[in-house]
């Protein structure tokens, strides 16, 4: 199984940017690389997904390295109610069960 | 409102007493997925359906059930329910195994079992 590896937690002062790091060095080809976020008491949330170029939505941009081993997910304005773990997960289309999440990295806003 | 539903939000029952935790979605996904979140070992994948009536084993499926005789419902059954069982719960489903699409998750079931 594809795994990922995210620092266990990151802070940002509020109204910076973020950037989240993720690495995935036995990425292979079919591999989507998905990020969501886990609010306090809340299920996880979709943010974004990309498979090899850059993505933006109106939340975040994902920016996937060149070898696909890396991608960094990119707040361009940290708010207190970013303040979440955010956790990088790959997703194989040839298996069902390869959508593990790991520990992701828990974000902290300062204000 | 596109939603998964779970039901219900907080449970504490004891061992051995039989359980049953619902899921719901209204967006007409094929894939259905349930996930126990520990303290420290994120999310672990119990049972996962691409379809009605198929259903396959997740990373932790031991003590588990589940069925899926229709697309919107995929209950997560403990015949047995163990301290160990302790955990919180979600649901979450997406249109297919793919990819390409995103998941949608429920809101979580705290179980507590004494």
């Known amino acids: 199984d594809a795994k990922t590896t995210q620092p266990n937690s990151m802070e940002s002062n509020e109204e910076e940017p973020v950037h989240l790091p993720c690495n995935h060095s036995t990425i292979s080809g079919t591999d989507y690389i998905h990020w969501y976020r886990q609010l306090p008491s809340q299920g996880p949330e979709y943010v974004i997904h990309?498979?090899?170029s850059n993505v933006n939505n109106r939340m975040a941009s994902l920016a996937i390295a060149e070898d696909r081993k890396s991608s960094t997910l990119i707040l361009h304005r940290a708010t207190l109610r970013d303040a979440a773990v955010y956790y990088c997960i790959l997703w194989n289309n040839n298996a069902g069960n390869m959508l593990t999440f790991g520990g992701g990295t828990r974000l902290m806003v300062k204000p | 409102e596109a939603q998964v539903t779970q039901n219900p939000r907080y449970l504490i029952t004891v061992t051995g007493k039989k359980l049953t935790v619902t899921c719901s979605q209204n967006m007409n996904h094929e894939y259905m997925s349930w996930y126990r979140q520990d303290p420290g070992l994120g999310l672990r994948q119990i049972y996962y359906s691409m379809n009605v009536e198929v259903t396959d084993k997740g990373d932790v499926p031991e003590g588990y059930k589940v069925s899926r005789k229709e697309k919107r419902n995929f209950p997560l059954i403990l015949e047995s329910p163990s301290p160990n069982q302790t955990s919180l719960y979600f649901c979450?489903?997406?249109?297919?195994?793919?990819?390409?699409?995103?998941?949608?998750f429920g809101s979580g079931t705290q179980l507590s079992v004494l």
């Open positions: 990309g498979l090899t």
């Open positions: 979450a489903s997406s249109p297919w195994l793919a990819g390409y699409e995103k998941l949608f």
